[in-house]
């Protein structure tokens, strides 16, 4: 059997989008019956909020839909630290760019993508818009786009699979 394949999903701080989209993603490749076969981590590009739990925003608003964030907060910064991962998210186009810049020079095109690329439906260069500053909806948002973007992930990485 081959080794599982890594995710990593990255916003800006680390305590909103890719916490959520990590969290989510476990869940549905849980129910999918996938356990062990893709891994899930999430980082920022931004150091604020490294060893931090997620926002008690976005914590509340998975646990109403029934999963617990428990990440803690970490940043990427050079590129050992996107070096362990097959597929890299990004929540929003400067996050892209961020991660580009420091992709390792050996990386193919495409392992760094946007999460909403993968959205069935969504436009091109769809970004998870930052909760951060908002109300409790945007944190609702979040994780609707989460659900729709994760599944159709899932979906791409099982296409892949063949
Ligand atoms: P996130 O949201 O990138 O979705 O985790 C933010 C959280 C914190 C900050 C910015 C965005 N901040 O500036 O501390």
Sequence with gaps: ?????????????NICRSPTAEGVMRAVIDDA?????????????GGWHVGDRPDSRARAEAR?????LTHRG??????????PHDLVLAMDRANLRDLQ??????WPD????????FEPGAPPHS????????GDDGFAEVYDIC??????LLAHLLDAEG
């Design 1 to 13: 059997m081959s080794p599982p394949s890594r995710l990593l999903f990255v916003c800006l701080g």
């Design 33 to 45: 019956g996938l356990d062990g076969r893709i891994l899930c981590d999430s980082a920022g590009t």
């Design 64 to 68: 109403r839909r029934g999963i617990e």
């Design 74 to 83: 970490q940043q990427v910064r050079a590129p050992d630290d996107l070096r």
């Design 101 to 106: 810049a420091m992709a390792p020079p050996e």
């Design 110 to 117: 495409g392992r760094i993508r946007l999460l909403r690329d």
């Design 127 to 134: 970004e998870v818009p930052d909760p951060y500053y908002g």
């Design 147 to 152: 659900v729709a973007a994760c599944t159709g």
